[in-house]
């Protein structure tokens, strides 16, 4: 008997959620004539997030690389606008592009010494790197120093409506946009030899997938993404100190968004995003509460849910929004796999 | 001449500090290959329990370890068996999320109980008196009684390993949990003694921090770096090597603060890096697994 074998790679979900994103990106792309400043601040805080969120679930959902120190990268970024836009005059704009290649050229010799550690150890010797770069900046009194500088000059003459317009749409293009990126990545060759690679290393070299050379590259492009919305949070927050902007708290808020909302989904990193803001508004009158209660529920998900609400979702309803496996289907039956 | 020892005494006296709360991290390393990212954490914690009792029963500081020490340890049993038994394996990824997440709550409940004011275990005499050898060397009794504390630690700890029948499990487990089933010993129960063991010498370091150093509630990452750094440049899975990895980190650190004030923790990491670009595998690597 002849099997009629179609592969699948869209779901009903998939093809509901491209009606859905086209409006969404519709409603995010007009916020600028319509909604007020702070929502806009919110907005643009909630879409880095986002950006961050995503591509460090590219690193550790599906490249197996859990780094704490992505905020080396963040504060490259930032510092990238102090040097190019504040002390010699560049465009800050066309400086988002610079401190972006910069953090991908200093993450491809970090990897070589990095990569000797692996697992736990890497995480933490990224944390290690990262601290190297905050004494630097505090080291480096041109740039400000221990103490931080402000860089309002930069964007001085530029129409604050404009100006933060600009920054809306930046942010929305690069949150919206790294959804789009993963998504793409993860559907491509590419994305399949990641997936390999996080199921098992050993495997995956044996069918001829270059370990070292595919971390290496998640790693560089993730820190090229870092750098990226490091200027964009600093040209936003217009003063920068080596403590903002290389603090481990960007990556402590990135691994909960990650972990609680689904770790290796494109799903879950949104709603972590969604379920951070949230806690975060309702218990801003607490202090650090809301530090605790998210830590005790990324505790609580790690052990209980695996995968994240997400993961738990998927596993639950077969969701896939944004479905990145290839399912063969025949007339009499889906066959899954991932 | 005088400038040049000085620094490398001082370095060596960091380095006891730093060999004290390495030996905890080194061991959870060693046996259950479990990093604790709150291990720094841990010992900030052990440091503000020793304020509570030195303050609750007017006790001198070195005393506190009466009450400090075991009741760390009996943490540790509980953090192991509670929580981080159910996320070790082969897949590392939860027990290190986890550790991270306590971090993180430690942390903010410290500052919520404490607030950020800087708080130091008063130790009288202790903390201010030294010896002066010649001009411009000189060593505190303190410094020099924490690196004596480490020693005799790590050598209590591989007399311990090497001789009892408890010590002889730790080191089965860590090269099989199965295996330890044979020897009539629960895996569970003998990964949750190592790190009530490992958290013991976390209540001896936190209070020896808290009496030698000014403490607040944010100083957990950075003591969590230092121990790492040290048992990675030591080579894993020998505390002796983690003693001398301390020593590298601390005379580094040594040699930075005398170049300039803002230098002497960049030399230690720069120290760090320099060891994983040339000998990864540490100076005395004895466990073969990272």
């Given at each position: 008997m002849r099997l009629d074998v179609v592969i699948e790679t869209a779901t009903r979900a998939s093809r509901t959620g491209a009606v859905v994103a086209i409006g969404v990106i519709a409603a995010v792309a007009s916020m600028p004539w319509w909604a007020g400043s702070g929502t806009m601040r919110t907005g643009v805080e909630l879409l880095y997030y986002l950006a961050l969120a995503q591509v460090w679930n590219l690193m550790a959902g599906y490249g197996g690389l859990i780094s704490f120190g992505q905020q080396a990268f963040i504060g490259i970024g930032g510092y990238a606008l102090v040097l190019f836009a504040y002390r010699l005059g560049l465009d800050p704009y066309l400086t988002l592009a610079i401190g972006s290649a910069l953090a991908g050229l200093f993450a491809w010799p970090m990897s070589k010494l990095l990569f000797r550690l692996h697992g736990a150890y890497f995480a933490v010797g990224t944390w290690i790197v990262a601290e190297c770069w905050r004494l630097v900046f505090a080291n480096w009194s041109w740039l400000g120093g221990g103490s931080g500088i402000s860089i309002t000059a930069t964007v001085r003459g530029i129409e604050p409506w404009w100006r933060e317009a600009l920054a809306f749409w930046l942010a929305a293009l690069i949150g919206l946009g790294s959804i789009a990126g993963v998504y793409l990545l993860l559907r491509s060759r590419f994305g399949l030899a990641l997936m390999a690679l996080r199921d098992s290393e050993v495997a995956s070299e044996s069918i001829g997938i270059s370990v070292t050379q595919l971390k290496t590259w998640v790693y560089v492009v993730a820190a090229a993404a870092f750098g990226l919305v490091g200027g964009l949070i600093f040209l936003t927050k217009l003063r920068i100190s080596p403590d903002s902007a290389v603090s481990i708290n960007w990556s402590v808020t990135i691994v909960f968004i990650v972990v609680v909302g689904g770790i290796g989904t494109i799903e879950g990193p949104i709603i972590g995003v969604v379920l951070y803001f949230l806690l975060r508004e309702y218990l801003a009158d607490y202090g650090a509460i809301y530090m605790i209660v998210f830590g005790l529920l990324a505790i609580t998900v790690m052990l209980t849910l695996k995968g994240g609400i997400w993961g738990t979702v998927q596993r639950r309803f077969d969701l896939h929004f944004f479905p990145v496996q290839r399912r063969l289907r025949s007339s009499q039956q889906t066959l899954n796999s991932t | 001449m005088a400038n040049l020892l000085d620094t490398l005494l001082q370095g060596t006296l960091l380095g006891g500090r730093y060999a004290l709360m390495a030996i905890g991290l080194s061991l959870a390393f060693g046996v259950m290959r479990l990093v604790n990212v709150a291990h720094g954490d841990f010992i900030v914690l052990a440091a503000y329990l020793a304020l509570v009792t030195v303050n609750a029963l007017g006790l001198h500081p070195l005393s506190a370890l009466l009450i400090v020490v075991p009741a760390m340890a009996m943490l540790?049993?509980?953090?192991?068996?509670?929580?981080?038994?159910?996320?070790?394996?082969?897949?590392?990824?939860?027990?290190?999320?986890?550790?991270?997440?306590?971090?993180?709550?430690?942390?903010?409940?410290?500052?919520?109980?404490?607030?950020?004011?800087?708080?130091?275990?008063?130790?009288?005499?202790?903390?201010?008196?030294?010896?002066?050898?010649?001009?411009?060397?000189?060593?505190?009794?303190?410094?020099?009684?924490?690196?004596?504390?480490?020693?005799?630690?790590?050598?209590?700890?591989?007399?311990?390993?090497?001789?009892?029948?408890?010590?002889?499990?730790?080191?089965?487990?860590?090269?099989?949990?199965?295996?330890?089933?044979?020897m009539g010993y629960d895996p569970r129960h003998v990964h949750a003694l190592a790190m009530a063991v490992a958290f013991a010498t976390v209540g001896i370091a936190g209070t020896f921090f808290g009496i030698g150093t000014i403490f607040d509630p944010a100083l957990g990452p950075p003591q969590l770096l230092f121990a790492f750094e040290a048992v990675i440049i030591g080579g894993m899975g020998s505390l002796w090597g983690t003693l001398a990895g301390s020593m590298v980190l601390g005379i580094a650190q040594a040699i930075g603060f005398r170049i300039d004030p803002g230098w002497g923790i960049l030399f230690g990491h720069a120290a760090f890096l320099i060891i994983l670009a040339v000998r990864p595998q540490g100076l005395f690597p004895r466990t073969r697994d990272a």
């Open positions: - | 540790g049993y509980a953090v192991q068996r509670g929580l981080l038994n159910r996320a070790i394996g082969r897949d590392i990824m939860p027990a290190l999320l986890i550790t991270f997440g306590l971090s993180v709550i430690i942390q903010n409940s410290l500052l919520e109980v404490f607030s950020a004011d800087s708080r130091r275990l008063q130790a009288g005499n202790l903390s201010s008196t030294g010896v002066s050898f010649a001009d411009g060397i000189s060593m505190g009794w303190f410094p020099l009684m924490t690196l004596a504390t480490a020693a005799l630690t790590i050598g209590g700890l591989e007399q311990f390993f090497r001789r009892s029948r408890l010590g002889r499990a730790f080191r089965a487990v860590s090269d099989d949990p199965e295996i330890v089933q044979l």
